[in-house]
């Protein structure tokens, strides 16, 4: 399978603990999107990579976020001191250059389904 | 800041009946990308949309964009069982590296 990877695929933690994901992209990707979804809701961006550059972050985005894609290939999102709210899918996705980020066909992974107790 | 609203939010449909859902943004965008996620599953890129007034067909499925880039539709003609999930809009303005995903619209079809 070639598409976009996610592990865990399910994470159950208590609150207050550190967790965190990866995301193996569709390997000829340069840019690498981290989206945050809850039910009834769609994807809300958190941050993207090109390479190994990390170019926007969320302004919604919590300082107990971190994400990391330190050769340009695979990435990790980590949360620091989970609370309850944090409890969500994470999803990763990713693209080819073609221009703008804005632009580009984002191909997404199955997600990560985190539980904070 | 940019909002994508989409309507209905739920629609129920009996199997051939026809189905549009509706994407509306607060400002006007440079391109509108519209994803289907079926149920417990990712969401799957179906098209982008560009120019404006622009008019794509994808078999039973017709997108549109606005003639002000601030609003598309998705049309389905004689919706099958196979076309169940929820279908998301996401805009981009330029003005900002990423998309703003609508919340959706979750179709189910009764066969």
């Known amino acids: 399978d070639t598409g976009v990877s996610q592990n865990p695929r399910h994470k159950i933690t208590k609150r207050g603990q550190n967790v965190t994901f990866r995301c193996d992209p569709i390997s000829e990707h340069n840019r690498l999107y981290w989206y945050r979804q809850t039910l009834g809701q769609g994807p809300e961006f958190l941050t993207y990579?090109?390479?190994?550059?990390?170019?926007?972050k969320s302004r919604l985005l919590s300082d107990r976020f971190s994400a990391e894609r330190p050769k340009g290939s695979f990435s990790t999102l980590e949360i620091q001191r989970t609370e309850q709210g944090d409890s969500a899918m994470y999803l990763c996705?990713?693209?080819?250059?073609?221009?703008?980020?804005?632009?580009?066909?984002?191909?997404f992974g199955p997600g990560t389904r985190l539980t904070v107790l | 800041g940019q909002q994508v609203m989409q309507i209905p939010q739920y629609q129920h449909v009996q199997e051939g009946e026809d189905f549009t859902t509706y994407c509306n943004s607060s400002?006007?965008?440079?391109?509108i990308q519209w994803y289907k996620q079926r149920p417990g599953g990712h969401p799957v890129f179906l098209i982008q949309l560009v120019k404006s007034g622009e008019v794509k067909k994808q078999k039973r499925l017709t997108f549109q964009f606005g003639e002000a880039k601030k609003n598309s539709s998705l049309h389905i003609t004689a919706t099958q069982t196979t076309d169940v999930g929820t279908y998301f809009c996401?805009?981009?303005?330029?003005?900002?590296?990423?998309?703003?995903f609508g919340k959706g619209t979750k179709l189910s079809v009764k066969p």
């Open positions: 400002t006007t965008l440079s391109n």
């Open positions: 990579f090109q390479n190994e550059a990390q170019l926007e």
């Open positions: 996705a990713s693209s080819l250059a073609s221009g703008t980020s804005g632009t580009d066909t984002q191909y």
């Open positions: 996401a805009g981009w303005s330029g003005s900002q590296g990423n998309l703003i």
